[in-house]
């Protein structure tokens, strides 16, 4: 961060253009000419019109500055105090005028007056970046740095993939920042997407869970939506508003206003009290402050980011989140390891022909734990129930549940164990389970039921990431706001969840459509970080088929479809979410699916269109994957193999959709053939269909 004490006078860069007189010598040497009457009676007139505009002119300031490659503009503007940012694309006006800003205690807007403002061109950042879908890469940006008035700068980057600003205070005494300003104004009437809050009543309440609803903006619904959001420019120009580096502050919320075709953001206020529900001891939030944050000392608020995409295959390799979050505050990450869990609570503990009565038991967990270790799996989850969940204490099991007889047995087999607990359970007990369970052999906590993003949700996620790091212990954070870049900072995080997944299967309504879904959220909510969707059903229906069953849960789509979900997601931690008992008696599925990586070399996404169909193509060490996936239109594929490095052959192993597979959607087909970087195949996918592709040397 650049301090206000590195700013100098010879900093400022850009000056109100002040209108003075020229083509008169400066020099006092010089003669001037006899005025004349006619020239005197102009710049009498001259002088006056200056007296006039002058007040103006330096009431208002502007700033620019473009991308590296010179395609986005970002205008800033100071009228009389007050900032407003405009976007272009190649000229084209991606966001007309629109104020921004922080508003600090009484409930005024601040004015944020321009001191000085510094420009620095071609900053190139080598970015380290495990666990991503891309273990390095290079980022390149030119920034605009503002010093405001009030012990405030506010730093602008400009990438040739997006804009992104975020606001700097430095202030001993504590602040209370009671709102902050963020309106996009949209030209025209674009497109928008937006995930709804699903609680209409406490709109800031709720898992972060919902379809993407493309709307003109003039009939969007006034509900907030969290991020990410999509506006929809037309061929293929898209805009997507994410946040990074949100750190004791809280997540922004977006607020459709559907007359003046305007974005607003909007942010759940500062909490006051809590109270529990009694089922998980579960805290919310009953009465809130009138403001939505406090801070103190030197303050880095949250970037927010304006992702500009050409064509839609770029939006799921979008690196802005992870680039702006704060760089890894652990030593050492050697021993954190990604991979794939069997999990109990999808198919209900569902096992068939086993000689005991599976639930939440000791037998029922030496099963999963074998089934793992004898089908290639790292992990196996214990979710809800391994504790008393009334009790909201994690400390004490079940008497059912023998934790270090079952963590031992599974070490011996090489698979690693999971704990399921409640963020403010977890919270109440931080250093205590972190210690007991490190030192039992646990690997990670998939940690449920935040369900807010208000400042002191943020503040506790940050505790226990930071509490679990220092006790080599990985998270997966399930009822979770949008990812946030958090994931870099702490790379313990291995995986969110804040995805509408499989577990809906389970008692959504028939009109819920799954497949387009699935072709939507990747292109939008993977801009912000990885998902845990929990894919992997072996019961798979067609549309006019499927119902929700609870105990025996079954997927809308393909079997394909199903498996390709494990190549097109960024996903270092995941889960196999049917009964093993199914994936025995499927055990190419199986076998494939075990065989897919958790961690990649190069992520490409190489065909789509948002809404309609995605084909990912991944790489790790000298093996290639591709995951296909259509909505519920049928559609014929041609998969071209010229990404092959030339002069070499490859093994090609294929599962696609079977001949009947719109009517009996678990049908498959399985192919291996030989191919080099001149082959192409011809795939048809069936409704809600995919396809699933290992490509190995020979």
Known sequence: MISLQQ???SDLTHEPDTPRITGYPKDKKTKYPRLTMKTDR??????????????????????SINSPNGKITLNVNDENGHLSMSIYDSGKELLSPSPIGLVFDAGSSYKSEIKKSKIKKNIREMIEAPFHHTPKYETIYNELLLELKGNIQIEFRVYDDGVAYRYLTKNKKESIINDEIFELNLPGDPIVYLSHSTNPEKPFAMAFQNFYKPTPISSASPLPAFLPATVDYNDGLKMTILESDLESYPGMFLQADSVSSKLKGVFAKYPKSFDYYPWRVQKFVTSTEDYIAKTKGEKTFPWRIFAITEIDTQMPVNNLVYSLASPSRM??????RPGKAAWEWWNDWGLRNVPFKAGINNETYKYFIDFAADNGLDYVVLDEGWYDPKSGDMLTTIPEIDLPMLSEYAREKGVGLWLWTVFNVLDSQLEEACRKYSEMGISGFKVDFLDRNDQEAVEMTYRIADATAKHNLMLDLHGFYTPTGLNRTYPNIVNYESVFGMEEMKWSDPSVD?????????FIRMMAGPVDFTPGAMLNRSKSDWKAVYSTPMSQGTRTHQIAHYIVHDTPFSMLADSPSNYLENKDCLDFIASIPSEWDMTDVIDGVMGEYIVTLRKKDDVWFIGGQTDWNDRDYELDFSFLPGGSKFKVTIVIDGKNADRQAQDHEWETFTADSGSKKSIHMAPGGGFAVRIDPL
């Open 7 to 9: 700013l100098s006078d």
């Open 42 to 63: 102009f710049i009498k007139s001259s002088i006056l019109f200056l007296i006039l505009i002058i007040p103006f002119a330096l009431s208002a300031k502007r700033e």
């Open 331 to 336: 030593d050492d990450i050697s021993w954190i």
């Open 514 to 522: 799954m497949p387009e879904y699935d072709v939507t959220f990747p």
